[in-house]
């Protein structure tokens, strides 16, 4: 009788595991399909966003970049002059320091974290698999009055301190339309480490046959969002190799920013 009862909660085990994977594929599915269809999206090369954000009652011109081979670039605009920060190559980090207004490299750690994640082009669930990603179904709840599935995305482990830390990703998806509308995750480091870091997604519009976020929040949970309202998306665009390149000039500098 008990080998019975073990036999069935093994195959009662075995079906919901199986259950939740299908759902989870299925949502990963429908949200691909709902925006543009998964073949458009994997062929894709790369992405030039222009976008503004406002500061203290003033618009900050953005401009970003992310190609598909991990390569990536942001440049914004403030007081006249032009800051880069997070640019990648493909092997350095590097970006504006804001205190000597200098290019400077990134600290290995941030290097090394920025490698891991190069895989995520156009999007961490598009090539989740390949890039040894796993999704989780954590049920449904409600944000802001819209009824959500709460998917748990758990990515490559990333190095805080020198120790790799848990990196792991909570996305809500609007269960009538399978976009996604807010991405949670723990701060690992840093003053707000412990604290859980809010990224919203809404207006979604359509580029050339592929739907993006139009305005992009980004904050701390309970202490409000800076949106970020893009202005326009080009697919495919021709870019000078040369903007990714730490310029040989500059000092190499190491930030542990």
Do not use: H
Not at 51 to 67: C, F, R
């Amino acid at each position: 009788m008990k080998l019975r009862l073990i036999l069935v909660s093994l195959i009662a085990f075995f079906v919901i595991q199986t259950t939740s994977a299908q759902t989870v594929d299925e949502i990963i599915s429908n949200y691909f399909e709902n925006t543009g269809g998964i073949d458009n999206w994997k062929a894709l090369k790369g992405i030039k966003m222009t976008a503004s954000v406002n500061q203290g009652g003033m618009d900050i011109p953005i401009t970003m970049i992310q190609l598909a081979d991990g390569r990536r670039y942001m440049k914004f605009e403030l007081q006249g002059k032009e800051i880069t920060q997070g640019v990648f190559d493909g092997d350095v980090v590097w970006g504006t320091n804001f205190m000597t207004m200098e290019p400077e490299k990134s600290d290995s750690e941030t290097t090394e974290n920025t490698k891991r994640e190069s895989g995520d082009f156009p999007d961490p669930f598009l090539n989740m698999k390949e890039n040894g990603y796993s999704a989780e179904l954590l049920g449904k709840e409600t944000i802001e009055g819209t009824e959500c599935f709460k998917v748990k995305l758990t990515k490559k482990p990333q190095l805080v301190d020198g120790q790799e830390v848990d990196n792991i990703n909570y996305y809500y998806f609007d269960s009538e339309n399978f976009v996604p509308i807010v991405m949670e995750a723990e701060i690992k480091s840093g003053q707000m480490k412990g604290k859980t870091r809010l990224t919203t997604f809404s207006d979604y519009q359509e580029v050339d046959g592929l739907y993006f976020p139009f305005a992009i929040g980004d904050g701390i949970k309970d202490m409000g969002t800076q949106v970020i309202n893009i202005t326009a998306i080009e697919l495919n665009p021709e870019v000078d190799d040369s903007i990714f390149k730490f310029p040989e000039s500059a000092e190499t500098t190491t930030s542990d920013n």
